[in-house]
Structure formats: structure tokens, C-alpha cells
């Protein structure tokens, strides 16, 4: 009998063997300190203990919950070939419904919004069919298909960003849920998620079209007393917090030239009233030599005076568009104090070149002897049609400006000195080296089709998460303590033999979670919980029948053999219709219902095993003995 026994001990052997060889780097990573796991990571040997260990959830090691939403009426004005103020109105009525009733469908609002407007879509998505109802099909299947984009861009985005073990899943038709655990840099991991990566190089117009076109400004504004009405508004209002200052207002001629003095105060908009009334767009701008200087309490004031359509047609006719930098710097003014100013572009209403062409993006200081010498840069390299064009375009514009955009904000605008052949380019101007290595994996990642934004976020710390894995941990330990005293108690060395097996199961399950480098979370706890539960029923149900067996004076080896016998059809049935339960969990659940769902299922399988196999095994060691004629049980 003993050579019978053997293969199976043996087996349990080698199956513990390698449970404690699994979870030893999540034991060991848990007893590093912050410093010792720093070392290791500068070392190049964290990373292969910390791939090898059972990764903490959101709930447990703290981190971000997010909730973005994909803005489909930007996405659908984008991909629209014309674009007429009946349209326009059309998508801003659109986007104010979703903003007072945000659960309701975006293309039933877009559907019934066209049929009461009676708009004929074909006028603007000539290319998506000829019917309203084919082209709202197929913008529903664009708009889909976009979604599925922005997922795979933001998991791409995430991936590069070094997050263990993050959720990124779809909820309903346009929102998308992002976990991630560990986070610290909550501003950084927000700004990695909300930029969509739109990398565009635009021509700088020139001076004189520049100043021309805010005379005209200037004359169609002019008189108007709405404008003056923007001027007042406070800073609370205008999300810009003003001080009051001295400031300089210049006029139209002075943009580029002299400049004069005025001294106001103001609790809004620096400009002077008397200046205004003459110029009310130029007289909030200050001269900053190649460039327009917007002083950061005026921005509210000119980005309402840019919104308006008279101000539209005149950029439309020389063919331009406004754009702000992406950051406001400190300059100095005639009296030696420093004022906070935005730069403004106009540049060409066209893009000479997208970011699409971008082969590989990487972040890294300037070198010695150049302007950006130890500053925080983007080096780019483009494919051969990019570099091709990208040549064509610094050829043709030497002497002038060119704008690297960066959703629509102006990273820098260089003049450009010479044909730029290869394809070689680079971006400056990042606060430092973590803007700079965040830009470089949205521009890799690629850039979203359409924007997004968060409408909820929660920021767990990591003392919470700590709460929670120490309640966690409590909960497993009485929990577990109370079975095994209950089990001893009650059947003595039969009950000792159960307890071994239960330690023997959680130790199991936990070896294949970390094979499988699932996440742990305060679901997936419980699931272990009820996976002890499970275990400890089936040892129950094995156990009363060999007692049963026992009172019919069967011999302890007889009773085990038929006690294990009668009672495998019953856990079998049980524990098959939990794993069912689980695995409906599994495929169907998000987040922390999958992780519990997981843990269950493996629970359940270990379970099993340990019950109708470790066990059982265990008996027929001790009752295969010579003058083993007595079963405590």
C-alpha cells in the first residue's frame, strides 16, 4: 500500500514545493523598505521580483479612480467636412442637453435635434451616404470605432506610464473607467489621461497681417457695449484669480514698436478704459516683441472677444486662427516689475504637418552647446513621407515662424533658419524632465480621435489602502483561526488533518495568483474567505459520512473508503455550480467583481483538490498502518 501511496505523496509534495517557491518574492518584496526597494530598482533587480509578486488593487495599495467621457459633439464638428452657424448651433444645443442631462444618449439627442432642425446632414458628412439615416449609422459606427481608440491609445498611454496592473474598461456608450493603483502624481497621471496628443506644426503669420487684422478687430468691436460688459467680469467668474497691478496698455501700431504707460487697477481685466473704448480687443494685448503678450488676468476677456463671430469672419478672410501658449511665463514691464503673460499666435488656419507622422518621440535634456543646453526635450523623428514634407515646408518658409502645437496650445515657435532635412525636430519648453517623458508617451501612443474628459475622479491615499489591506488581513486571520480551532475541536485528529489541508489551500491559491500576476483586491479577499468556507464544508460533508460508515462498524480504512465515495458527488455537484457562478462573474464583471471572481474560481478548483485528493491521501498513509484499528474523528 505504501508503494501506492507514494505517487500522490509525492505529488502533494512537489505541489507545495512549488506554492512556497511562488509566493516567496511577494513575501519578500513585502518585508523591503522604500529605500531597500529604491536600491534594488537603481540595481536592475526589482523588476523581476516585483513581475513575480501578487499585485495590490486600488482599494488596497491606494491610487485613482477616473471616469472620463469621450466628448462625441467635438468628434463628430471635427469629422464634418462643412461646417455652416446652422450646424454649429445644432452641436452647441447638442452639448448644452448632454451638459443638463449627461446619462442621455448622444446620437438619439443628435438624431431628433436634426429632425426638428431639418437638417440635411448630407450637406456636411457627404462622405458618410446620402440619407440621414445612413449617415447617422455610420457616424454612430465612427463614433464607436473611436471609442475602441481612445481604449487602446489609453492603455497604451498607461503601459508606457509604468502602472501595475491598471483597469481601463468601457462603461456604457461613451465612458470609460481607468484604475489606477499606486498613483501618487495625481496631477500628472490626470494630464497623461485628458491630452489628446494632437501634435500639429503651423506656420506663423506676420507682423503686418498680424497688426491688420487687429485694427480690423478693433472697428467691427468697436461701440459695441457687450464687450465692455466682458471686461467686468469677476475673477471668480473668469476661473483667473487677478491682482491688482500696474499695467501697461499699448495700441495697435505699438504692438511692435514703443510702447506707453497707463496706470489702472482692476479687479478684472487690465486694460484702460479710455484706450478701450477706442481699441477694445488690442488695448488688453501687450507688446512682446516677435510675439502678442496676454496678461493672464485678461485671458477670460480675449478668448470670449476670439469666440465671437465677427471676430471669426476676420480671421476667416485672411485665412489664420488665434492660438495661446501652452504655459504663462514672467515679463518684465518699463516700470521693472513682472507681469505673467500668455504668448498669442496667428497662424495659418491649416496645419503644414500632424503628428501622425511621428515614428518615435523621446524625452531627454538638451546637450551642451545648444539653446536648450540641460533643459527638458522631446527629440522626434518622422517616417520618410513626414521628413519628405517636413523638408518642403522649412525650405519654402526660412526667415519665418513656425508653431509646434500640442492640442492647440503653442509649445514653442521657432525661426526657422534653414531646410530641415531627415525628419529630425524637437519640442521645448516643459516645466520639466516628467512633462517632457509624459508627452513623449502620448505622442508615441498616439493621439486620441477625440477629446475627453473627466467627470469623476476619486484619489484613494495609500493610508486608506493600507486600512484596508490590515482590516483585510485581520478579517483572513480570525476568520481562518476560528475554522481551524472549531475543526480540531470538534474532530479531533481528523480535524488536524482538515486544518492542514486549508493552510495547504489558501497557500495554493495564493501561489497561482501570483503565477498568474492577478491583482488583489477587498473583493478578491473575500473570495479567498469563501473559499475557505467552501473547503472546510466540503471536509464537513466527508467527514460526517465516515463517521456514519464508522457507526455501521466498518474498519477506519473501510469507512474512509466509502465515506469519500458517497460524499465526492455532493461537492462535486456544489463546487461545480459555484464555479459556474464564477465564471459567469468573470466574463460579465469589471474591476473588483472580476477579481473576485477569479480568486473564487481557483479557490473552488484548490478546494476540490485538497479535499477529495490531499486529504484523502493523508488518511489512507495513517489507515494503511499495521494496527491501526481506531479513527479520531
Known amino acids: 500500500m505504501k508503494s501506492k501511496q507514494t505517487p500522490r505523496l509525492l505529488m502533494i509534495g512537489l505541489a507545495l514545493t512549488w506554492a512556497i517557491w511562488a509566493i516567496w518574492p511577494t513575501i519578500q518584496y513585502q ?26 488593487g486600488l482599494d488596497l495599495k491606494g491610487g485613482m479612480y477616473i471616469v472620463l ?8 464638428e471635427n469629422i464634418a467636412e462643412n461646417k455652416d452657424s446652422k450646424f454649429i448651433r445644432s452641436i452647441a444645443s447638442v452639448r448644452e442637453r448632454l451638459s443638463q442631462t449627461p446619462e442621455a444618449d448622444f446620437f438619439t439627442l443628435f438624431t431628433n435635434l436634426t429632425n426638428q432642425n431639418k437638417l440635411k446632414l448630407s450637406r456636411y458628412y457627404y462622405d458618410y451616404g446620402s440619407s440621414n439615416s445612413d449617415i447617422l449609422s455610420s457616424l454612430g459606427e465612427e463614433s464607436e470605432d473611436a471609442i475602441n481608440r481612445v481604449l487602446e491609445i489609453l492603455v497604451n498611454r498607461v503601459d508606457q506610464f509604468g502602472v501595475a496592473e491598471p483597469t481601463i474598461q468601457k462603461q456604457g456608450s461613451q465612458r470609460i473607467i481607468v484604475e489606477l493603483a499606486g498613483i501618487q502624481d495625481s496631477e500628472r497621471a490626470r494630464a497623461l489621461l485628458e491630452s489628446t496628443a ?30 465692455a460688459a466682458i471686461t467686468k467680469v469677476k475673477a471668480a467668474e473668469e476661473k483667473i484669480k ?30 484702460d478704459e479710455n484706450i478701450f473704448a477706442e481699441r477694445p480687443f488690442s488695448a488688453m494685448l501687450r507688446n512682446l516683441g516677435q510675439t502678442i503678450g496676454v496678461p493672464e ?5 480675449v478668448k470670449k472677444i476670439l469666440e465671437r463671430p465677427e471676430v471669426q469672419e476676420k480671421l476667416a478672410a485672411v485665412g489664420g486662427m488665434f492660438l495661446f501658449s501652452h504655459k504663462a511665463e514672467e515679463y518684465p514691464l518699463v516700470d521693472g516689475t513682472l507681469e505673467t503673460m500668455y504668448s498669442l499666435f496667428l497662424v495659418e488656419d491649416e ?7 511621428v515614428e518615435e518621440a523621446k524625452a531627454n535634456l538638451g546637450p551642451q552647446g ?11 523623428s518622422m517616417n520618410s513621407d513626414g521628413a519628405r514634407k517636413w523638408s518642403i515646408v522649412t525650405g519654402s518658409n526660412v526667415g519665418r515662424q513656425v508653431a509646434l502645437v500640442l492640442d492647440k496650445k503653442v509649445h514653442m515657435a521657432p525661426n526657422i533658419k534653414e531646410k530641415i532635412s531627415g525628419g529630425g525636430t524637437l519640442i521645448e519648453g516643459f516645466a520639466d524632465i516628467n512633462e517632457a517623458k509624459d508627452i513623449a508617451i502620448v505622442l508615441r501612443a498616439g493621439a486620441l480621435p477625440a477629446p475627453v474628459d473627466i467627470i469623476e475622479e476619486r484619489v484613494i491615499g495609500p493610508s486608506l489602502g493600507a486600512d484596508s489591506v490590515r482590516s483585510g488581513t485581520l478579517s483572513v486571520i480570525i476568520g481562518l483561526g476560528l475554522v481551524l480551532i472549531f475543526m480540531l475541536i470538534y474532530y479531533r485528529f481528523s480535524g488536524l488533518i482538515a486544518d492542514f489541508a486549508l493552510i495547504w489551500n489558501i497557500l495554493l491559491v495564493l501561489a497561482v495568483l501570483a503565477s498568474l500576476q492577478a491583482t488583489l483586491t477587498l473583493p478578491g479577499i473575500a473570495g479567498l474567505i469563501l473559499t475557505v468556507g467552501m473547503s472546510i464544508d466540503a471536509n464537513v460533508i466527508i467527514f460526517e459520512r465516515i463517521r456514519e460508515e464508522l457507526r455501521k462498524g466498518k474498519t477506519p ?3 474512509v473508503k466509502s465515506g469519500y465515495d458517497r460524499a465526492l458527488t455532493t461537492i462535486i455537484d456544489a463546487n461545480v455550480t459555484t464555479v459556474i457562478a464564477a465564471l459567469v462573474l468573470w466574463q460579465f464583471g469589471t474591476g473588483p467583481i472580476k477579481g473576485f471572481a477569479t480568486v473564487l474560481f481557483w479557490g473552488i478548483l484548490v478546494s476540490m483538490f485538497t479535499a477529495i485528493f490531499v486529504t484523502r491521501t493523508i488518511f489512507n498513509s495513517f489507515t494503511s498502518r499495521k494496527g491501526f484499528t481506531k479513527l479520531s474523528i
Open 31 to 56: 518585508g523591503l523598505s522604500n529605500a531597500e526597494k529604491e536600491t534594488l530598482r537603481e540595481e536592475g533587480k526589482l523588476d523581476p521580483i516585483e513581475s513575480r509578486t501578487i499585485k495590490q
Open 69 to 76: 467621457e469621450v466628448d462625441l459633439p467635438t468628434l463628430l
Open 198 to 227: 494632437l501634435l500639429e506644426f503651423f506656420i506663423v503669420k506676420d507682423i503686418s497681417t498680424t497688426n491688420q487684422l487687429m485694427v480690423r478687430i478693433d472697428q467691427v468691436l468697436k461701440g459695441d457695449e457687450s464687450i
Open 242 to 271: 487677478s491682482q491688482k497691478s500696474d499695467d501697461e496698455t499699448v495700441s495697435v501700431s505699438e504692438l511692435f514698436g514703443e510702447s506707453e504707460n497707463s496706470d489702472t487697477q482692476s479687479d478684472s481685466a487690465a486694460v
Open 297 to 301: 488676468k485678461n485671458i477670460y476677456a
Open 351 to 357: 496645419a503644414e504637418l500632424t503628428g501622425g507622422v
Open 370 to 380: 545648444s539653446t536648450s543646453a540641460g533643459q527638458p526635450i522631446v527629440n522626434l
Open 557 to 559: 480504512k473501510a469507512a
